[in-house]
């Protein structure tokens, strides 16, 4: 894929600055060279942030502070484009983007508005890379290790920042965290072209094909089940079938299977099997006990209306019996009045005190008067006439009458609903049969499609026969094969290349594991890993020649998605001595170099310059580092754009002020 930066461009949060645009040779070694703190570090997360990254990685403060914009401009096979990505301020990151295409971009807007978002971008870049659409787990996982590959997962062998290009653990770009290590490892043989979209594809269908078989291959087990039962049920369908009188089966020996298909599907095609009970038989019953319910429920109405009157009537009389009983109490009462008045000559003295007891005689008078009142009004009170008894014999006869007529209701109703269950019982039997014909219909019919012509056996085979031959198509093309074939060329490439670095075993044959993401050297007795292996100088050559030749391979493939891009910040760090801190108010110095650190670090510049001069501008790679010119000024295919020192940097000295 040829994708390769033109320049990154920085927007000022001052409107009235202009961008800061830092270009870049195409298909050359660019070498941006500069002191400490010049802002060398913050050309790589740049660069990842404008191209979609998750988060953005770009140095808080001086830079984010005096940049409102981010942007990179990219050489394509379709032609330039400007990504531009807003900082984020107080987020992690911000989908806000601004996209520009055109044939070739010279002029850079000085204000930009959103057009687009990191989404969309991440997609184009998808489209560009000519990614395939098909995930590596084979339909079963859209997302997570085994999703699609993306254009974000080929940024491991993009970049090489300041803290993985020297890492004796840390091989690829951001395979320090456990997603993108495990993404990568699952791609990998997807980029080095072991994998390729069509082998992908036969992969997927194989898969599907797989899933259907089994579901299948379910259905067949479970209809083969029934097949297996179906001599058992035969015999049970022919002795219910001999029991409803629908068959009659000939005497002697036991019948065979064909024998009794034969019995069964007779009583299928018949047709005189008729109904012994209609309908209209039970439905004129039914009607007729509809009617003996509806006299019933008037019955019922009319015995609860004369039960309730003569209730009331025996309350009547019970009350009338309980007045006149009061009366006579009252009486009784008053009458003590009578017996004072007769025995009281009215010279008699009170017992107690002696005095006399004239008061006494207005109270028994009014005595006297309220007796003689009430034997007044006893004589009017109401007595029940002897009608009312008359009345209350009549209610009783009617109640009597009633009830024996809702009894013969009943009886008759208990009497048709006998006649009418034999009735039901006689269709149900029939119902039975019918019930009985239909069920066996059904039966027959799956025990042909069970049969040796059954349309789901020949599904099961057709399905087995797709699956077995894109099984030894897929073993022909032999994918462990094709992936150790790839990773040889890989291994030749940095063998070569080992012994013009600044290396201890330049010899010793090199290995890249994917498995582990990491490099095997081999050697006389025993091979050890990257991180077994000590010195600086060998993690960084091991590095170099190890993500050269991997773009050497990608280059040789008749296509590959990877760009011919690689980003490396400060190689020559191995070589510096370490001065543990530095006052904020202090300048850094720039380090000086010994003079075999000089050719140790001359010889990372040339094998780089050879390799992207042998991939005759395919390649392009970007160094931003603290070695001056004077290392590497006189290597062919090198090019300085801009050296940041004495006050020069990434971003200008005017826009912080």
Same mark, same amino acid.
């Given at each position: 894929?040829?994708?390769?930066? !033109? ?68 050489? @394509? ?8 990505? %807003? ?11 601004? &996209? ?13 508005? #959103? ?58 770009? #951001? ?7 495990? #993404?990568?490892? @699952? ?80 009583? &299928? ?124 014999? %009549?209610?009783? @006869? ?8 809702? #009894? ?48 789901? %056996?020949?599904?099961? +085979? ?20 094709? !992936? %150790? ?123 780089? +310059? ?48």
């Amino acid at each position: 894929m040829f994708f390769q930066i !033109k320049e990154i461009v920085l927007w000022p949060r001052n409107s009235a600055l202009t961008p800061r645009r830092v270009q870049f040779e195409l298909g050359k070694v660019t070498v941006i060279s500069g002191a400490s703190r010049t802002g060398k570090s913050a050309v790589i997360p740049i660069i990842d942030y404008c191209l979609g990254s998750k988060s953005c990685s770009i140095p808080v403060k001086t830079i984010r502070n005096a940049c409102e914009w981010f942007g990179v401009v990219v050489k @394509t096979s379709m032609g330039d484009k400007l990504f531009a990505r %807003r900082e984020p301020g107080a987020q992690r990151s911000t989908d806000e983007m601004y &996209v520009l295409e055109a044939a070739t971009i010279s002029d850079i807007p000085t204000k930009l508005i #959103k057009n687009s978002t990191a989404s969309d971008v991440r997609r184009l870049l998808d489209e560009l890379a000519g990614l395939s659409n098909l995930d590596f787990g084979a339909g079963e996982s859209r997302s997570g290790f085994e999703g699609r590959p993306s254009f974000r997962d080929l940024s491991a062998f993009l970049f090489q920042p300041q803290n993985v290009v020297a890492n004796p653990e840390v091989l690829f770009f #951001k395979t320090d965290r456990h997603e993108h290590r495990e #993404k990568l490892r @699952t791609i990998f043989p997807y980029v080095l072209g072991a994998i390729t979209p069509a082998l992908l594809a036969k992969q997927h269908e194989l898969k599907q094909l797989q899933s259907e078989l089994k579901r299948k291959e379910r259905e067949l087990r479970d209809a083969e089940q029934v097949s297996a039962q179906w001599v058992a049920e035969l015999r049970a369908r022919v002795s219910e079938g001999q029991e409803l009188g629908l068959l009659t089966p000939p005497p002697g020996k036991e019948l065979t299977r064909e024998q009794m298909l034969g019995l069964l599907e007779e009583v &299928v095609k018949r047709t005189d099997v008729t109904l012994a009970v209609s309908s209209t038989t039970i439905s004129e019953a039914i009607r007729e006990l509809n009617d003996l319910e509806e006299e019933e429920s008037k019955v019922s109405f009319t015995l609860t209306a004369l039960r309730r009157r003569l209730i009331e009537m025996n309350r009547l009389r019970e009350s009338t019996s309980n007045y006149h009983e009061a009366l006579r109490v009252q009486r009784d009462r008053l009458q003590l009045a009578d017996w004072i008045g007769q025995h009281r000559s009215g010279e008699e003295s009170c017992p107690v005190c002696g005095g006399g007891m004239e008061p006494s005689e207005a109270k028994l008078k009014e005595l006297k008067e309220a007796l003689a009142e009430f034997e007044s009004a006893a004589g009017v009170t109401f007595e029940v006439p002897a009608a009312f008894d008359r009345e209350m014999q %009549r209610v009783q @006869t009617e109640v009597n009458e009633t009830t024996e007529k809702l #009894k013969s209701i009943q009886l008759r109703k208990v009497a048709l609903s006998r006649r009418s269950n034999e009735a039901s019982a006689q269709q149900y039997q029939v119902k039975k049969v019918e019930r009985f014909i239909g069920n066996l219909e059904n039966a027959l019919h799956l025990y042909r499609r069970l049969g040796e012509d059954g349309g789901l %056996r020949g599904e099961v +085979a057709q399905l087995r026969e797709q699956c077995h031959g894109l099984t030894d198509e897929l073993r022909r093309e032999n994918l462990e094969d094709r !992936k %150790r074939r790839a990773l040889s060329i890989v291994n030749n490439n940095a063998a070569r290349l080992m012994p013009l670095l600044d290396n201890e075993r330049p010899d010793d044959p090199v290995s890249l594991e994917i498995g582990d993401l990491t490099i095997k050297v081999t050697g006389v007795n025993r091979e050890d890993y990257l991180s077994e292996i000590g010195s600086g100088s060998n993690w960084l050559s091991y590095h170099i020649a190890v993500m050269l030749a991997l773009h050497q391979f990608f280059l040789s493939l008749d296509y590959s998605p990877v760009p011919g891009l690689l980003v490396m910040d400060q190689p020559s760090q191995v070589y510096f001595p370490k001065k543990l801190a530095v006052r904020e108010t202090e300048t850094p110095e720039d380090p000086q170099l010994k003079d075999e650190d000089v050719e140790a670090v001359r010889k990372a510049f040339q094998v780089m +310059a050879r390799v992207v001069e042998s991939a005759k501008g395919a390649l392009q790679i970007i160094v931003l580092d603290h070695a001056s010119r004077e290392v590497w000024g006189s290597i062919p295919n090198i090019i300085d754009f801009e050296e940041w020192r004495d006050g020069v940097k990434l971003v200008p000295l005017e826009w912080l002020l």
